[in-house]
T-cell receptor, first 113, second 112 residues
Framework: EADIYQTPRYLVIGTGKKITLECSQT?????MYWYQQDPGMELHLIHY???????EKGDLSSESTVSRIRTEHFPLTLESARPSHTSQYLC????????????FGPGTRLTVL | QKEVEQNSGPLSVPEGAIASLNCTYS??????FFWYRQYSGKSPELIMS????GDKEDGRFTAQLNKASQYVSLLIRDSQPSDSATYLC????????????FGTGTRLTVIP
């Protein structure tokens, strides 16, 4: 079973606030990912990382930023939240080269008023 | 053309029946194929992976892979109401970042 955690699980915040969504995994996985998913819609990859000090943009353009200072930690930051950022944010991780099997955290449901 | 195509459904089957979910992919050199289950409002949960042509069985689930036809399927035998969820097909990309490409998902409803 995957040990990947996300906090907070739910967040309701006002427009213009800076927010950081936390993601941590205890499996020592090299690669980590952030996906955005609206209700009933497909997953969109917004950021990923191969390891410490590596960050890459995904397929969907996003105003968020990420950092990877420690292997186990991959936070996502929105400098100024807007209602258009309202969505579910899913973090995932995988072992580099291990057939790309990804394991997902429980997700953060963000609502920007 | 999308990398991974799935019938969005919804697919409805009676309890105890076999549910058949299908997926096609475009990258001929893909080597890893996955099925995830996602309950409404929850995150995707890995239920099956398959890497070689043929069938792979795990309990009530059977994944089938045909690389020549670029086709992956998932069979759920003795379907239960708890199987009602969206099933996502994912295929690894063998170029660039080697990330997974996800389909849009097939919504399955098992009717008691």
């Amino acid at each position: 079973e995957a040990d990947i955690y996300q906090t907070p699980r739910y967040l309701v915040i006002g427009t213009g606030k800076k927010i950081t969504l936390e993601c941590s995994q205890t499996m020592g996985h090299d690669k980590m990912y952030w996906y955005q998913q609206d209700p009933g819609m497909e997953l969109h990859l917004i950021h990923y990382s191969y390891g410490v000090n590596s960050t890459e943009k995904g397929d969907l353009s996003s105003e968020s930023t990420v950092s990877r200072i420690r292997t186990e930690h991959f936070p996502l930051t929105l400098e100024s939240a807007r209602p258009s950022h309202t969505s579910q944010y899913l973090c995932a991780s995988s072992v580099l080269g291990d057939r790309d099997t990804q394991y997902f955290g429980p997700g953060t449901r963000l609502t920007v008023l | 053309q999308k990398e991974v195509e799935q019938n969005s459904g919804p697919l409805s089957v009676p309890e105890g029946a076999i549910a058949s979910l299908n997926c096609t992919y475009s990258d001929r050199v893909s080597q890893s194929f996955f099925w995830y289950r996602q309950y409404s409002g929850k995150s995707p949960e890995l239920i099956m992976s398959i890497y070689s042509n043929g069938d792979k069985e795990d309990g009530r689930f059977t994944a089938q892979l045909n690389k020549a036809s670029q086709y992956v399927s998932l069979l759920i035998r003795d379907s239960q109401p708890s199987d009602s969820a969206t099933y996502l097909c994912a295929v690894n990309g063998r170029t660039g970042a080697n990330n997974l490409f996800f389909g849009t998902g097939t919504r399955l409803t098992v009717i008691p």
